[in-house]
């Protein structure tokens, strides 16, 4: 049973304009919520996390909200540029404290288009 | 980045063969995990370690055992190889306890098992 879900497998924007990426979780004790971006041929890079006492988290042109009652989180890019095309995965950590036994969805590939 | 090196990069093995996958981090992370990728599933935990001679299983832990004798090295072993163990296995390392601490990941092992 898939505890995290990423319902859209790609996502076609075009430059500067905004990117969503959604992602729909079923486990109510998730404590962390975290974004990685992977490029062919290379692990996954860190984004940003949101934990799941706060609504709403921004660093640069990304920004992640989480709706608890929906469980339910998304990732807003903007403005889109055309290095963020890549295989975007949301990803959920049970423990707030110890090993991260993450929880991943599975992707969604941005494109972004010139 | 974080100094992670997974060899071999790519291996095509036969069924029913052991086979060692090694992850070598320069960065004394504490944390140490192994992941699988495959279409549809995102990454799947198989493993982890939280110390020297400390393990214990992830969710996809049937058919591996690992092994992490000093703080740099993470073995992960196919004791006896299947084709459902055909992936792109992936390691990982972290720092810090806190849940929304970003891991860092290596380029991955393409393994093919026929």
């Known amino acids: 049973d898939q505890q995290v879900k990423q319902n859209s497998p790609s996502l076609s924007v075009q430059e500067g304009r905004i990117s969503i990426l959604n992602c729909d979780y079923t486990n109510s004790m998730f404590d962390y919520f975290l974004w990685y971006k992977k490029y062919p041929a290379e692990g996954p890079t860190f984004l940003i996390s949101i934990s799941s006492i706060k609504d709403k988290n921004e660093d640069g042109r990304f920004t992640v909200f989480l709706n608890k009652s929906a469980k339910h989180l998304s990732l807003h890019i903007v403005p889109s540029q055309p290095g963020d095309s890549a295989v975007y995965f949301c990803?959920?950590?049970?423990?707030?404290?110890?090993?991260?036994?993450?929880?991943f969805g599975q992707g969604t590939r941005l494109t972004i288009n010139p | 980045d974080a100094g992670i090196t997974q060899s071999p990069r790519h291996k095509v093995t036969e069924t029913g063969t052991p086979v060692t996958l090694r992850c070598h981090q320069t960065e004394n992370h504490r944390y140490m995990y192994w992941y699988r990728q495959d279409p549809g599933h995102g990454l799947r935990l198989i493993h982890y370690?939280?110390?020297?001679?400390?393990?214990d299983k992830g969710e996809v832990s049937d058919g591996y055992s690992v092994s992490r004798s000093k703080t740099e090295d993470f073995l992960l072993t196919l004791e006896s190889a299947t084709s459902s163990q055909t992936s792109v296995y992936f390691c990982?390392?972290?720092?810090?306890?806190?849940?929304?601490?970003?891991?860092?990941f290596g380029q991955g092992t393409r393994l093919t098992v026929v």
């Open positions: 990982a390392t972290q720092d810090r306890a806190r849940g929304g601490t970003e891991a860092f």
């Open positions: 990803a959920a950590n049970p423990q707030r404290k110890g090993a991260q036994k993450l929880v």
């Open positions: 370690s939280y110390g020297v001679k400390d393990t």
